[in-house]
């Protein structure tokens, strides 16, 4: 217990210099990683969408100091592409040193792949019906009168070469097996195969009219 306890101030001023140390010298050593990095597009034309990337990332060797190359400095870092130059079809792009937002004292020795290729396309909007989709047969002595969708049609946003062939879109399927009454559902449309702007509606409500039939109790 002496031995422990002997000269706790010595030891206490020893265990900081260390700590000292090791932080000195983990700044100062070099060492060489490589990171994937996420692509990140912006000052997209107006009037244009991006509707496909032959890649989401890059892969990136990066030097540095021990300290700047800790996973935790990097994890906001991004290729960011400018298209403020891109037209309608696709634009290759070369991906630079100055694209990547990793912090200063970083020195990049390897881009792959060293650029990438992106399809744009006009932003197209089409006022288009829409049509439920219902399955199932009512309780027995009642029948289906009708189905009504609210709203009746719906403005797609979105991709233009997709948007103009579309006249209606559907709703989900809704099962009627068994209803006895007139019934009104919340539905999903069937999107996601579009290429769309956000802000296109995607629930619509859809009213089932369930009448007895006559001589039905």
Known sequence: MNVITKNPTLKI????LAITLWFFVKSKSGGEIALVVPLEFFHTPEGLMVTQVNADAVTVRISGSLAQLEPSALTKARARIDLARARSGVNTFDVLADNFTFPQGL????????????????????????KAMVRGRPAPGCRLAAVTVDPASITLRGQSSQVADIKEVLTEEIDISGVRETMTFEVPLRLADLRLQEGVRSMIKVTVTVQKESGGR
């Open 13 to 16: 001023i020893s265990l900081i």
């Open 107 to 130: 020195k990049i020795t390897q881009i792959s792949p060293s650029s990438v290729k992106v399809e744009l396309d006009r932003i197209m909007d089409k006022v288009v019906h829409v």
